[in-house]
């Protein structure tokens, strides 16, 4: 569990460091980065349960 958990916090120490070098050089991808990062940020366990499940 805790190597899951050390990868987790890795890939979340990287898209950091992503996003980071997007906004020192504003683009489209900047742009587009800010927003997925947003986008992932928003959500939370949360929302997630309150999402309609249709099968």
Same mark, same amino acid.
């Given at each position: 569990?805790?190597?899951?958990?050390?990868?987790?916090?890795?890939?979340?120490?990287?898209?950091?460091?992503?996003?980071?070098?997007?906004? #020192?050089?504003? /683009?489209?991808? /900047?742009?587009? #980065?800010?927003?997925?990062?947003?986008?992932?940020? /928003?959500?939370?366990?949360? #929302?997630? /349960?309150?999402?309609?499940?249709?099968?």
């Amino acid at each position: 569990m805790e190597t899951i958990l050390n990868l987790l916090y890795e890939i979340a120490q990287y898209a950091n460091t992503l996003v980071k070098t997007q906004l #020192m050089h504003l /683009s489209w991808v /900047s742009w587009l #980065m800010i927003f997925v990062a947003g986008l992932l940020t /928003s959500l939370t366990p949360c #929302m997630l /349960s309150m999402r309609a499940v249709r099968f």
